[in-house]
């Protein structure tokens, strides 16, 4: 039996104070054979007026890519907002940072968390690890009406 997965175009905030990090992430996100949309936010804060609301409707996207060091709110600080949020607690967040540390992942997890990359990887390796997550978050992942 062959089971055809419905193809749709994801809707991806990026969460990235660094230019350069944000562009590689973009670039391998157009990669991707989808018309998915990448929205780029440059810190903590901006994310947080954008899926609330603030200025202008809700943004709610399909899978939030956050980085931890960011100046004003740092990317723990929006995965416990949320992950605290009724609406917003089901999008998948995948957390991005420059360390191994244990104790940095083990926080990732604990507050909600679906995954911890991380960078910078190589171009190639996160065009695969990008593609795989689409395949997943965007076409196998069943998520509530929001």
């Not at 994310?47 to 939030?64: N, R």
């Not at 907002?81 to 420059?98: F, H, Q």
């Amino acid at each position: 039996m062959t089971v055809a997965i419905r193809r749709r175009p994801l809707k991806i905030l990026l969460v990235e104070d660094t230019p350069e990090h944000a562009d590689i992430i973009m670039r391998s996100l157009e990669q991707l054979d989808t018309q998915s949309t990448v929205t780029w936010s440059k810190d903590g804060s901006e994310a947080l007026k954008l899926l609330f609301g603030e200025t202008a409707p809700p943004y709610v996207p399909d899978v939030i890519l956050l980085d931890i060091k960011m100046p004003r709110m740092d990317g723990f600080e929006v995965l416990s907002v949320l992950k605290n949020n009724e609406r917003l607690k089901v999008v998948p967040i995948v957390m991005l940072s420059t360390t191994t540390n244990q104790d940095e992942i083990f926080k990732s997890y604990v507050l909600g968390a679906n995954s911890y990359i991380i960078k910078p990887i190589g171009f190639r390796e996160l065009v695969n690890v990008m593609r795989d997550m689409e395949k997943y978050w965007g076409h196998i992942n069943q998520k509530p009406y929001l």
